[in-house]
């Protein structure tokens, strides 16, 4: 009932930025934070960032905090996700998805509706 879409993905260099961005669209009524996550070949899913409803909570992971951003525009039913200072480590296909329930914690259990990602590579 709720899709999202990915977009924003690219190659870039290292020390370069992206931004990407969640667009969601279907019958949502959840008040529940999103989050992006991110899986490179041969590892697994892991938490980057998770943001409340209203934007005024946030959670990162360690390995990106202090570079990359979230924000959200309720209105377009849209997260960002500003990734600067990108590094080959940060290689990934990134997804969003939404919080089952409150709380910004980093399980991959505790989100649902996820999309189908889009792909980041960083060259060094």
């Known amino acids: 009932q709720v899709q999202l879409v990915e977009s924003g993905g690219g190659l870039v260099q290292a020390g370069d930025s992206l931004r990407l961005s969640c667009a969601a669209s279907?019958?949502?009524?959840?008040?529940?934070?999103m989050g992006w996550f991110r899986q490179a070949p041969g590892k697994e899913r892991e938490f980057v960032a998770a943001i409340s409803w209203s934007g005024g909570r946030t959670n990162y992971a360690d390995s990106v905090k202090g570079r990359f951003t979230l924000s959200r525009d309720n209105a377009k039913n849209t997260v960002y996700l500003q990734m600067n200072s990108l590094k080959p480590e940060d290689t990934a296909v990134y997804y969003c998805?939404?919080?089952?329930?409150?709380?910004?914690?980093?399980?991959?259990?505790?989100?649902?509706?996820w999309g189908q990602g889009t792909q980041v590579t960083v060259s060094s």
């Open positions: 998805a939404v919080r089952k329930y409150y709380g910004l914690g980093s399980g991959v259990d505790e989100y649902e509706y």
């Open positions: 279907g019958r949502t009524f959840s008040t529940h934070g």
